[in-house]
């Protein structure tokens, strides 16, 4: 059942008039959780850079990371933007060989949000911490942050599939859970719940780490190479009207609750100054990735197996990033 619903979704949309538009065969873009997951995609769609590069992508949103992988291997999704360690998953386990070609943010942004009765990370100790779902990259890198504080994931405590950053904030508001990560747009509405409190922003970690970007079967690059290097094209593009329209975003945010000027201007600049110009793949944040998953498998991968940055050179050599940013 849980793979039903967004296969409906995208036959739906694959047999619309519009998916039949003059831009091209139609390519579904899958991803999962909200906020630093779509606000850059959103930008892109507001400016119309898919149509702009000859695309006709359609975004279809999945509850977890590891519904998201289950719908790529079985080629219901060309692609993924998001969650970028569920999907290193898919491509050790051998179910789909997969390349990441772009690391959007190489960096854990999430912060992680406890009941105001948790002090410290010990406190954590047989306490219920929520995951969008298990597998899922909320359930890695959470995992991933117990291990540095040196807690055990399997044995300390319990962590529960709860869903989407709205659900799982819905879970801590309500005492149902003690902890979750928490995305910066989504902070301060659970703080004024007065419920919780801030026990560690992620993004102080010492730590490279490939969070978001995007994820293709490595078949795609040689089926629709064209189509991939647009993508990227609309990605690049997008994360440079992130930067410099910072009015597009602002909107945004008011479409997803975030009223409060001051708020708003606090999570653009995290964003902005973590989004990347050449959202290159870099072997550090990968292998990183690569190390905090759970299967065994992912011991012997190095980075290098499971990325690929031709595409990203190709533009980079063009002079295609440089004459955005007028240099």
């Not at 909200?34 to 000859?54: F, N, P, T, Y």
């Not at 289950?70 to 060309?78: E, L």
């Not at 179910?95 to 772009?102: E, R």
């Not at 995007?214 to 930067?243: C, D, M, Q, W």
Request: with cysteine.
């Amino acid at each position: 059942m849980p793979r039903a619903l967004p296969i409906f979704f995208f036959v739906l949309l694959s047999s619309t008039p519009l998916a039949r538009s003059a831009h091209g065969q139609p390519i579904a873009l899958g991803y999962s959780g909200s906020g630093i997951s779509s606000d850059l995609r959103r930008v892109i769609e507001k400016e119309r850079l898919w149509e702009k590069h000859g695309l006709n992508v359609r975004a279809v949103y999945f509850l977890s990371g590891g519904v998201l992988t289950r719908a790529m291997a079985a080629g219901d999704i060309a692609l993924s933007d998001s969650d970028v360690p569920a999907m290193l998953g898919l491509g050790v386990s051998g179910l789909l060989d997969v390349k990441v070609i772009a690391v959007t943010i190489n960096r854990l942004e999430h912060y992680l949000v406890v009941r105001k009765t948790i002090m410290k990370p010990e406190d954590l100790r047989e306490k219920r911490v929520a995951v969008s779902g298990i597998g899922s990259a909320s359930d890695i890198t959470t995992r991933m942050v117990l291990r540095f504080w040196k807690l055990n994931p399997e044995k300390d405590l319990t962590i529960l599939a709860s869903g989407n950053t709205p659900t799982r904030i819905a879970a801590l508001t309500v005492g149902h859970v003690d902890a979750g990560l928490v995305s910066p747009d989504h902070l301060e509405k659970v703080l004024a719940t007065g419920c919780c409190r801030v026990l560690a922003d992620l993004s102080e970690l010492p730590m490279d780490y490939a969070r978001f970007g995007i994820v293709v079967p490595t078949s795609l690059l040689r089926t629709r190479r064209e189509t991939a290097r647009n993508v990227l094209k609309a990605y690049v593009e997008g994360i440079h009207a992130f930067k410099r329209r910072p009015d597009i975003v602002m909107e945004i945010f008011k479409e997803e609750g975030i009223k409060d000027p001051q708020v708003a201007k606090g999570v653009y600049d995290r964003l902005s100054g973590s989004l990347r110009e050449n959202p290159l793949p870099e072997v550090r944040g990968m292998q990183a990735a690569l190390d905090s998953l759970p299967n065994p498998k992912a011991r012997g991968v190095k980075a290098e197996d499971i990325m690929d940055t031709s595409l990203l050179d190709e533009l980079k050599s063009s002079g295609f990033i440089d004459r955005l940013y007028g240099r």
